[in-house]
């Protein structure tokens, strides 16, 4: 843990929470991507708050990843070549038996590329894409990097998961998302100056992988964020 970035991170999530509605909470778990290494872990914004739930670690809490494991969709398309980034898709209503999939805001965008889709967080192209590439195949990748991912008793991953119909850690996620800064490759992450070296474990090919870092570099920024220099995916 590097103390400085500790005590920074912590003053941030306590700032920021205060322009949040009281009973929402928030976590920040930084790591170095090459080594895996976590440099701070803020598990809430305020421990003594009882509204946020303070003294639950909301890094190790199960929640709804929402969009967050959707690169990871498009990444096995673009590693199966079902898609490139600038493959053109449909945003428009769709069924997949009893499931329909729509966007956040209950409009359609029609006809857009992949990198846009992407960087909308659209969800009905997330969708499409996932049922060519299998929630089984989706689910069984991200589980061979060591990743988590909770279903209810006696379910079966279905295409829901890829809108956040799963439950996941903070830490596996930040795991997967490292492993896009390494090419496709996921290792473990560590909090031990003395823990032994990590076997990687393939997440991607790196040509996806790069595919869906270069998307996500050049979507439009968050707040106050230096323009191109950030990749992030929203929830």
């Known amino acids: 843990i590097d103390l400085p970035v500790q005590k920074s991170l912590q003053d941030l999530a306590f700032e920021r929470a205060r322009t949040l509605r009281p009973d929402i909470s928030l976590a920040i778990l930084p790591v170095d991507n090459a080594s895996g290494e976590v440099r701070a872990r803020v598990a809430s914004a305020d421990y003594a708050d009882t509204r946020r739930a303070g003294q639950v670690d909301m890094t190790q809490a199960l929640r709804s990843p929402g969009s967050t494991l959707k690169p990871f969709i498009y990444g096995l398309g673009f590693e199966d070549g079902l898609i490139h980034p600038e493959t053109l898709i449909d945003d428009k209503p769709s069924r997949y038996g009893n499931y329909a999939p729509e966007n956040f805001d209950l409009t359609f965008q029609g006809t857009v590329t992949i990198r846009r889709a992407l960087q909308l967080s659209l969800n009905v192209p997330a969708i499409g894409v996932l049922s060519k590439v299998g929630v089984s195949r989706l689910s069984a990748r991200l589980a061979q990097t060591g990743a988590a991912l909770v279903l209810p008793k006696n379910e079966a991953p279905g295409l829901a998961m890829g809108l956040g119909g799963v ?8 795991m997967l998302y490292a492993a896009l800064a390494r090419q496709g490759s996921a290792i473990a992450l560590s909090e031990y100056t003395d823990a032994a070296p990590q076997n990687p474990r393939r997440l991607l090919d790196p040509v996806a ?10 979507a439009p920024p968050p707040d106050n964020a230096p323009h191109r220099r950030i990749a992030f995916k929203t929830v």
Do not use: C, F, M, S
């Not at 439950?167 to 930040?174: A, E, K, Q, Y």
């Not at 992988?209 to 050049?218: H, Q, T």
């Open 167 to 174: 439950g996941v850690r903070l830490t596996d996620l930040v």
């Open 209 to 218: 992988a790069w595919y869906v870092g270069d998307i996500l570099i050049r």
